[in-house]
């Protein structure tokens, strides 16, 4: 049975940082793409970040480049979200995911998803 479990969500200051983690079990195929999505207020769940197994060129959303960074630690595997810079349009419910398909920041069919953590940003 595969899990994601993320965690590290939490309430900070605009400017602030948080580190977000994703472990991931039970999951085999590691020739697919992982990442993370968001959910904000009165929005529909976007793609934030994605990488590839071999780790070369992550994809970033337009509003989080230069502030997020998507790692991934295999022999733990765990998936990260390292978050800097935080904005309040940041705040939202993170989720991770595992068969995204980076180009279209989509999930395969049958794809997986975390339950998400929470993340507020205040001015």
């Known amino acids: 049975q595969v899990q994601l479990v993320e965690s590290g969500g939490g309430s900070v200051q605009a400017g602030g940082s948080l580190r977000l983690s994703c472990a991931v079990s039970?999951?085999?195929?590691?020739?697919?793409?992982m990442g993370w999505f968001r959910q904000t207020p009165g929005n529909e769940r976007e793609g934030v970040a994605a990488i590839w197994p071999g780790g070369s060129s992550p994809y970033y959303a337009d509003s989080v480049k230069g502030r997020f960074t998507i790692s991934h630690d295999k022999l733990k595997n765990i998936l990260y979200l390292q978050m800097d810079s935080l904005r309040p349009e940041d705040t939202g419910r993170y989720y991770c995911?595992?068969?995204?398909?980076?180009?279209?920041?989509?999930?395969?069919?049958?794809?997986?998803w975390g339950q998400g953590t929470q993340v507020t940003v205040s001015s």
């Open positions: 039970g999951y085999t195929h590691t020739s697919n793409s």
């Open positions: 995911a595992a068969d995204v398909t980076i180009a279209t920041m989509t999930l395969f069919h049958g794809g997986y």
